[in-house]
């Protein structure tokens, strides 16, 4: 039986959090402390877990963080996880989310492991202002040089994602429509959530779908091209049909109708939404030496009472019981 919620969603997308440790600090993420919250599993357990999920109906499985290439073990994991069957007898799609800061040596090997897709987060595409947003120097190089290494390699498409703050930069926005086209890359803008350390989400410094589709407009006109109901972005074209985009637009126009995710995070916790208020233990289960069929069990009634939807911008918004960074995007 496919996992399905409460409200019908039948859930096939898994996040699998590594680590909850990154070598950027972004400034709309993190404090600007080095420290990890939460503790990092052997790869074998999150193995374990992803190979009852995908007994359970999953068929893809995204790597994040924390910043995931700082595992080190990565790779074999990868090589691992490629070995699982869908219920189709597929080979689940992997996905890897870095800000590919390490990238360039290990797009090669990734792939050859039976990594499918890599995203990679860039806010800005000038090196002084990519510096200023990670406060780390000279990391721009060091990314530009894991995209190209990732299309190389032939990870296809290789995605990018760019978070618009107002008054930060969102005058990038058609320096990132010209990087699409001339990099070959999809370049994807996130609205800005309210899942950061420091709390400072207002709906004003967000910048909408709209806001981008007009500010893209003044350099080349868009046509928006069909998308997938459980993809988080639109997808757009570019009149003369050279280079895409993408928004994911979680704040104007909410897709919670159509999720299919699930995470795991770092310490091994079940979470059913990016904005829940509380996570669910797989981990301690395993750790008491559940059997798979008690797992499966505690994730079938877990994912039941999947969330309906998150409540950004509403009265009464209760803040997710950790951030971004501590959840895996
Ligand atoms: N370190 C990896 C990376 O940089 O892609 C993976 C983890 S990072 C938390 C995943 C994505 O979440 C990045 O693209 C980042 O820009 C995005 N992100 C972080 N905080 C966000 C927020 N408050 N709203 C929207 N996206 C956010």
């Not at 074999?76 to 080979?91: I, M, N, P, Q, W």
């Not at 637009?249 to 919670?256: I, L």
């Amino acid at each position: 039986m496919p996992l399905t919620d409460h409200f019908g969603r039948s859930i096939h997308d898994l996040r699998i959090s590594i680590t909850d440790r990154c070598n950027y600090r972004c400034v709309y993420c993190r404090t600007g402390t080095n420290g990890a919250a939460y503790a990092e599993l052997p790869f074998d357990d999150y193995l374990r877990m992803a190979r009852i999920l995908v007994g359970l109906g999953i068929t893809k499985i995204r790597l994040t963080g924390g910043e995931p290439l700082l595992r080190k073990g990565i790779v074999d994991f990868v090589r691992e996880l490629a070995k699982l069957r869908t219920f189709d007898g597929e080979k689940p799609e992997i996905a890897l989310t870095t800000n590919g800061h390490l990238l360039a040596e290990l797009a090669r090997p990734l792939k050859d492991a039976g990594l499918d897709r890599v995203t990679v987060s860039m806010d800005a595409v000038d090196p002084e202002r990519f510096a200023r947003i990670t406060r780390v120097p000279n990391g721009y190089e060091s990314v530009l040089a894991g995209v190209r290494a990732s299309r190389h390699a032939g990870l296809d498409p290789v995605k990018i994602n760019c978070v618009l703050l107002r008054g930060f930069n969102e005058d990038q926005v058609i320096p990132f429509g010209m990087f699409a086209r001339e990099e070959r890359v999809v370049v994807r803008f996130i609205e800005f959530m309210p899942l950061e350390e420091d709390r400072v989400w207002t709906p004003e410094i967000v910048v909408t779908l709209d806001e981008i589709v007009r500010r893209m407009s003044e350099y080349l006109l868009l046509e928006e091209i069909a998308h997938a109901r459980s993809e988080t972005a639109r997808r757009y074209r570019f009149a003369d049909g050279v280079g895409e985009i993408g928004i994911i637009a979680p704040v104007s126009r909410p897709f919670c109708g159509h999720c299919s995710r699930i995470r795991i995070t770092s310490d091994g916790k079940l979470r059913t939404c990016l904005f829940s208020v509380w996570d669910h233990d797989l981990h301690e289960l395993m750790r008491r030496g559940a059997t798979d069929e008690k797992l499966t069990e505690f994730i079938v009634k877990v994912v039941e009472k999947k969330e309906e939807r998150h409540h950004i911008g509403e009265p009464g918004f209760v803040p997710a019981s950790r951030t971004m960074v501590h959840i895996g995007g």
